[in-house]
């Protein structure tokens, strides 16, 4: 146990006053986890790149157009001697070589491969953007999980508060009476032990409060270093059916729907490997220019 408390006991200090002791309601906590998650930033940024990569380009729908261009420039020297005794010397004769050319392909069929990919990529824009979604609720369920734990233990804690003027009173009845003889002393040392176990209570809700603002502040991703308090509130709950429940669970639960969008493009992957077993129509042009020149004669 003295680990534990070591242990968490940093985390405590660093959230001594986040919120300047003043009230932290629930709205302020999801949209600050909403501004700081760094999970539903990569989430955002993965949805916003799926959404980039949904074009009928990337599916294969238009043509692939290549140009290639070079260029060789040299500077030689010649000495040539022939069998009839006629020499040929010549120091720097230039030379340029240059070329260009460019290529147009176009695939005009070949097996609704770009057609099923150009679905696969709209399915796959859809699956980042349902786990989003999946990701903001996951978070937002944390933060109201940890908010109301904080609640519940600073609730408790007020009890606790409560009780202690009740053990008090309680200690000194049990003194007066001990002391003009109406009870026995084990009544006044039993009523102290009771008010020094109430004491000890409070010490360790204390720190079970502190520990819940803690893990709090640890998914609000927040660095201050100020203490704060949340608000009392009661959440209201809707009379409840089971069967709506039901419904509403296959219709509109998140999970589930990526599970169906993962299932979508396997079954467009599979549609993309028989493709391939289908003959390729391809479209293609070709242009060339190339130029050579040198200085020297011989």
Do not use: C
Not at 10 to 39: D, F
Not at 223 to 235: H, K, L
Not at 236 to 264: G, H, P, T
Not at 276 to 297: C, D, E, K, M, W
């Amino acid at each position: 146990m003295k680990l534990k408390l070591t242990l968490i006991l940093p985390l405590v200090l660093a959230v001594s006053g986040v919120y300047g002791q003043t009230t932290l309601t629930l709205n302020t906590a999801i949209e600050t986890v909403l501004k700081n998650n760094y999970g539903i930033q990569i989430s955002k940024n993965n949805a916003q790149i799926a959404a980039n990569n949904h074009t009928i380009g990337n599916a294969g729908f238009t043509p692939q157009i290549n140009f290639v261009a070079n260029g060789t420039i040299g500077n030689n020297n010649i000495n040539q001697r022939f069998t009839n005794g006629t020499e040929i010397v010549k120091n720097g004769v230039g030379s340029s070589n240059y070329g260009t050319g460019i290529t147009v392909d176009w695939v005009l069929f070949n097996g609704l491969r770009a057609h099923y990919l150009y679905k696969q990529l709209g399915v796959v824009q859809s699956f980042n953007e349902t786990q989003l979604k999946s990701d903001i609720n996951n978070t937002v369920g944390d933060v109201m999980s940890a908010y109301f734990n904080v609640l519940r233990e600073q609730q408790t804690l007020t009890n606790l508060d409560s009780n202690l003027a009740i053990f008090t009173e309680r200690l000194k009845i049990a003194d007066t009476r001990f002391t003009i003889g109406s009870a026995a002393k084990t009544d006044m040392l039993q009523a102290k032990i009771d008010l020094n176990e109430q004491k000890s209570l409070i010490i360790r809700q204390k720190g079970a409060v502190m520990i819940a603002k803690a893990q709090l502040n640890q998914i609000l991703a927040k660095d201050d270093n100020q203490d704060f308090t949340v608000e009392e509130i009661t959440p209201e709950l809707d009379s409840l059916n089971y069967d709506s429940l039901r419904k509403a669970l296959y219709q509109n639960n998140i999970d589930i729907m990526v599970l169906n969008r993962n299932v979508d493009i396997a079954a467009y992957n599979t549609k993309i490997a028989r493709s391939a077993i289908s003959p390729t129509v391809l479209l293609g042009s070709q242009y060339n220019f190339a130029r050579s020149s040198s200085q020297g004669r011989l």
